[in-house]
């Protein structure tokens, strides 16, 4: 079993930065690829950007040019840099992680309970 926890959120005014952090533990997994979401009160959750194990790395056009992904392979975690935040970027930031069980084989798809970003105009 895996489980992913972020952190890193809080409130920052329109044109600054903050960086996102998801850990993922457990034991005997691999990760194949994770990912950061986001909801914003009324709307549906959206992909914002995801990482692949091999450094493929995919964007939502609303985020292109103002963050960015990576993830250190030796500890399991995945960073999000965002910079430039505007208001509408204010939403809960929720980490993914799409992985396989290195004993059964299982796949596995963890999520965490997700990091409120709020920007203020």
């Known amino acids: 079993q895996v489980q992913v926890v972020e952190s890193g959120g809080g409130l920052v005014q329109a044109g600054g930065s903050l960086r996102l952090s998801c850990r993922a533990s457990g034991s005997s997994f691999s990760i194949n690829a994770m990912a950061w979401y986001r909801q914003a009160p009324g709307k549906q959750r959206e992909l914002v950007a995801e990482?692949?194990?091999?450094?493929?790395?995919n964007y939502a056009d609303s985020v292109k040019g103002r963050f960015a992904i990576s993830m250190d392979n030796n500890e399991n975690t995945m960073y999000l840099q965002m910079n430039s935040l505007k208001p509408e970027d204010t939403a809960v930031y929720y980490c993914?992680?799409?992985?396989?069980?290195?004993?059964?084989?299982?796949?596995?798809?963890?999520w965490g309970q997700g990091t409120l970003v709020t920007v203020s105009s």
């Open positions: 990482i692949s194990s091999g450094d493929m790395r």
């Open positions: 993914n992680l799409d992985g396989t069980d290195s004993k059964s084989a299982r796949a596995l798809d963890a």
